[in-house]
C-alpha cells in the first residue's frame, strides 16, 4: 500500500498557505481599479493570472517535497537444503540413506508446499527444481555444510529465509565450520538426521600430523590419531609409509571399549622434493568398511636447510647472541665467517663454497679497517643480489662500507668515534610491520620502548629514498630525528639495517628488568632476529608465483582443479601471463593451460584423471620472459572422503540446531519438526515500509507555468490598453 504527502523544506505547510492568500489578496487588490476601466470578468481573468504566477514561484521557494510511503507485508521463507554428497548413498547397520532421504523430502515438501525452497548441496549450494524426489542423485565428492548456510543466508530475494532445514548426514568435510556460520547467519537452522548414529565395528585413521616443511637427514614427527569402536581385544599394525614405500611399524593395542589414540612415528627424509606420507592401519577383524585403514598428507623436503651468511668484524656478544637466535629455526644453517686476520677468518676461508647458495647476509662489525679488499669487494657483489641485515660495531670502516651502498638502506654522512647510548622510540604504526612483531597486539610499542639502550657512534645517516625508518632513537628521554632500524625492499633484493650495536643488551639486560618486576619476560631480540631473517631470506618465485591444486586429495571420478596467483618482479598482478602445469602420473604426462580469472589469477579444471599419485610443475611466463614456477603433488584415490562417513553425525546437526534456536529430528519425527517449524517466529509476517522522496521543486513545470501567467497577463494587458 502506498500513501502520499506533500512537505515543504523551507517552511510549514500553512505559512505556504497564508502567503498564497496573501498573493490572492494582492492580486484582487491590484485590479479593483484600472486605467482605462474593464469589465469585472476581464479584472477577474487578470488576478486570476497573476495569482497563478505568484503561487507558483512562492510554492517553489517553499521548496515542495512528495514524500511516498509503501509499506508491504512479506512472509519468510523456508529454504530445504539436501546433501547430496556420495556419503548419502551408503548403506548404514540398519537405515539405507537413500531411500530414508527421499522419503523425508517428499514428506516434506508436501508438508511445506508453496512456503518453502528446494536447493540440494555438496560443495556448493544450487536450486532443485526436479519435479520429484526420485530423481535424487547422491554423486558429490565433498560435502560443506557450512558454504550452504552461508549462501542462503546471504541470498537475495523478495522474500528472506527465516529458517534452514536441512536434509543430511550431518557429516561436513570441507570448508569452514558450520557452527559459526549458523551462529552468524540469524537464521532457525532444523535438520532431518539421515542415517544410523550407532557406529559399526570399526577402526580407522582418523589423521595423519607432520610438519608442511622438512629438511633431508633431519627427523621429522609424524603423528596419527586412530580411534575404534565395537572391536575385539587384539593387535593392529600402524605402518608409516614415504612415498608407499614402508618406513617403521608399530603395534596397536585394540579394545572392545570404544577410543582413541595418538601414535607417533619418527621419519627421516633421504631425498628432497614432496612427500606423501601415509599412515595405514592393518587390522585382522571384520569390520565395516576398511576405507578409512589410511590417511595421509604431503611433505615439501627441501634438499638443504636455508643458509645465511653471517659475517663479522670480530667475535662479540652481538655475533654470539644473533647467530643462536637464527639456529632456533632447524629449516636454517648459519655459515659463520669471523675475521681473525686482514687474510684470514677463524672458521675458515670466505671461499666460493661458503658463498654459494647463500639466502641472506648478516654483516656485523663488518667490514672493519682490517678487512681485506679482497673480501670486501666479494661480498659486496654477492649482496648485490642477496638481501642483507647489516649490525654496525665500533670499529667498523665506513669508507669500505660504501662499497655497499647499493645492498644497505642508508647512507653516512658523518661519523665521529664516540660512543652514546640511545634507545629505540618505537611508534604504534611501525608495530604494524612484521619485522617489529613481538606478541602482535598494540603493547609491542611498549616492549620496545622499554628495551634498555645500546651503543652508537656519534653519526649522522640518511636513509635511502625508498626506505622505510621503523624506528627512531632517544638519547635517554630525549628524542631525535634519526633512525636507529631501517628496512628497503629494492627488487627481488631487501635491506635492513641496525644502526647501533650491543644489541645482545636487549636480551640480557631487557629479561632482567622484567623478571625483577615480576612482568612475563618477552625475548624482543629472539623475535626481532628471527622476523628479519624470515622477512629477508623469501625467495622471490614464492611470493610471486603460486600454483596449486585445488586439493590433495581427489575421489575417483572426481574433477581435477588449479588454481594459480601471478605477480611480476615489482609484486604488480599479472593478468596477461601464460601459465601452464605439467602433471606427470601413472598413465604418462599431460600439459593443462591456465585461464584468466582476473586480478592475477588464474583457473583451469580437468575431467575427471584415473586414480593413483600425481605431482605437477607449473611455470608462469610473459612474452617469454619466465615469471617463476611452483610445484606440488595431488593424489587420486578409489575411495573418497565421503566415504569414510560411517555413522550419522547427530552431535553436530543437534548443537547447529540448539544454538540457532532450531531443532533436530531423525525421520520418524519429522511431523514434529513441522509443526515447531510453523510456530517459529522468524516465520511470521513482516510489515517492511520504504520511504522515497522527490524534490518537486526541481522541477521546472512550476516556473514554467508561472512564467506562461505573467506573460498571458501582460499581452491581455497590451490588448486592454492597460499601462
Wanted: contains cysteine.
Amino acid at each position: 500500500m502506498e500513501s502520499f504527502r506533500i512537505a515543504f523544506g523551507a517552511g510549514t505547510w500553512w505559512l505556504s498557505l497564508l502567503c498564497m492568500l496573501i498573493a490572492a489578496c494582492a492580486a484582487w487588490y491590484s485590479y479593483q481599479t484600472t486605467v482605462p476601466p474593464l469589465i469585472r470578468r476581464d479584472r477577474l481573468l487578470l488576478a486570476l493570472l497573476r495569482w497563478i504566477g505568484l503561487s507558483m514561484l512562492l510554492f517553489t521557494l517553499f521548496e515542495p517535497l512528495l514524500r511516498i510511503r509503501q509499506s508491504d507485508a512479506t512472509e519468510p521463507r523456508i529454504a530445504i537444503a539436501i546433501d547430496v554428497s556420495r556419503s548419502m548413498n551408503m548403506v548404514d547397520r540398519s537405515v539405507r540413506r537413500p531411500e530414508s532421504a527421499r522419503r523425508v523430502v517428499d514428506e516434506v515438501v508436501k508438508w511445506l508446499g508453496s512456503s518453502a525452497d528446494v536447493f540440494v548441496f555438496d560443495e556448493s549450494l544450487r536450486a532443485y527444481r526436479a519435479p520429484n524426489p526420485d530423481s535424487l542423485q547422491f554423486t558429490g565428492y565433498r560435502s560443506n555444510v557450512g558454504k550452504a548456510i552461508r549462501t542462503l543466508a546471504n541470498m537475495t530475494t523478495e522474500a528472506p529465509y527465516g529458517a534452514v532445514l536441512l536434509i543430511t548426514d550431518g557429516n561436513h568435510n570441507y570448508g569452514d565450520q558450520p557452527l559459526y556460520v549458523a551462529e552468524k547467519s540469524g537464521q532457525g537452522v532444523y535438520a532431518i538426521g539421515i542415517g544410523d548414529s550407532i557406529a559399526p565395528s570399526d577402526a580407522k585413521v582418523a589423521a595423519v600430523y607432520a610438519g608442511g616443511l622438512a629438511i633431508i637427514g633431519q627427523p621429522v614427527s609424524v603423528g596419527a590419531d586412530v580411534s575404534y569402536l565395537g572391536m575385539t581385544n587384539g593387535i593392529a599394525d600402524v605402518v608409516l609409509r614415504d612415498n608407499g614405500m614402508v618406513i617403521s611399524r608399530q603395534q596397536l593395542l585394540l579394545s572392545t571399549a570404544p577410543g582413541s589414540k595418538r601414535v607417533q612415528f619418527t621419519w627421516t627424509p633421504t631425498s628432497d622434493g614432496i612427500h606423501k606420507v601415509s599412515i595405514d592401519l592393518v587390522t585382522n577383524q571384520k569390520e565395516y568398511t576398511a576405507r578409512n585403514n589410511s590417511a595421509q598428507t604431503f611433505v615439501r623436503v627441501q634438499k638443504n636447510k636455508r643458509k645465511i651468511l653471517l659475517v663479522a668484524g670480530a667475535p662479540s656478544p652481538d655475533v654470539s647472541f644473533v647467530k643462536a637466535a637464527i639456529e632456533v629455526d632447524p629449516t636454517r644453517d648459519v655459515v659463520t665467517r669471523i675475521q681473525k686476520d686482514a687474510a684470514s677468518f677463524y672458521e675458515g676461508a670466505l671461499d666460493a663454497a661458503a658463498l654459494q647458495d647463500v639466502q641472506a647476509i648478516v654483516l656485523i662489525g663488518y667490514p672493519s679497517a682490517a678487512s681485506s679488499g679482497e673480501s670486501v669487494d666479494k661480498l659486496a657483489e654477492l649482496a648485490k643480489r642477496t638481501s642483507v641485515l647489516f649490525v654496525p660495531s665500533y670499529q667498523v670502516d665506513y669508507a669500505k662500507l660504501a662499497k655497499f651502498k647499493d645492498a644497505i638502506p642508508f647512507t653516512v654522512k658523518s661519523n665521529r668515534p664516540q660512543e652514546v647510548l640511545v634507545s629505540p622510540d618505537v611508534s604504534l604504526r611501525s608495530v604494524a610491520d612484521p619485522v617489529m612483531k613481538v606478541r602482535g597486539d598494540d603493547s609491542d610499542v611498549d616492549q620496545w620502548n622499554q628495551l634498555p639502550p645500546i651503543y652508537r657512534t656519534e653519526m649522522f645517516v640518511e636513509p635511502s629514498a625508498d626506505a622505510v625508518t621503523l624506528s627512531m632513537l632517544k638519547v635517554g628521554s630525549a628524542a631525535l630525528d634519526e633512525p636507529l632500524i631501517i628496512k628497503r625492499e629494492r627488487g627481488n633484493v631487501r635491506s635492513l639495517a641496525i644502526i647501533g650495536y650491543g644489541i645482545y643488551r636487549w636480551k640480557l639486560m631487557g629479561q632482567g628488568q622484567a623478571a625483577v618486576r615480576g612482568n612475563a619476560v618477552v625475548d624482543v631480540l629472539q623475535s626481532f632476529v628471527g622476523n628479519s631473517i624470515a622477512w629477508l631470506a623469501v625467495t622471490d618465485d614464492e611470493r610471486r608465483v603460486q600454483i596449486r591444486s585445488t586439493h590433495e586429495l581427489y575421489a575417483s571420478g572426481e574433477q581435477v582443479g588449479f588454481t594459480a596467483s601471478v605477480q611480476d618482479q615489482t609484486f604488480t598482478v599479472v593478468d596477461d601471463a601464460d601459465v601452464t602445469v605439467d602433471i606427470t602420473g601413472p598413465q604418462g604426462s599431460k600439459k593443462v593451460q591456465l585461464a584468466s580469472i582476473g586480478n592475477g589469477n588464474y583457473m583451469a579444471t580437468l575431467s575427471a584423471l584415473p586414480p593413483g599419485d600425481y605431482s605437477y610443475r607449473g611455470a608462469a611466463s610473459k612474452r617469454g620472459l619466465s615469471l617463476g614456477t611452483d610445484n606440488g603433488r595431488f593424489t587420486i584415490e578409489n575411495t573418497g572422503i565421503e566415504e569414510t562417513a560411517v555413522t550419522m553425525n547427530s552431535s553436530l546437526l543437534n548443537i547447529l540446531a540448539q544454538r540457532t534456536g532450531g531443532m533436530f529430528v531423525t525421520p520418524v519425527h519429522v511431523a514434529d519438526l513441522i509443526d515447531r517449524i510453523r510456530k517459529d517466529a522468524r516465520l511470521q509476517s513482516v510489515v517492511r515500509t520504504s520511504d522515497r522522496e522527490h524534490a518537486l521543486y526541481h522541477l521546472p513545470w512550476f516556473v514554467a507555468i508561472a512564467l506562461t501567467s505573467f506573460a498571458i497577463e501582460w499581452f491581455v494587458r497590451k490588448r486592454k490598453g492597460l499601462v
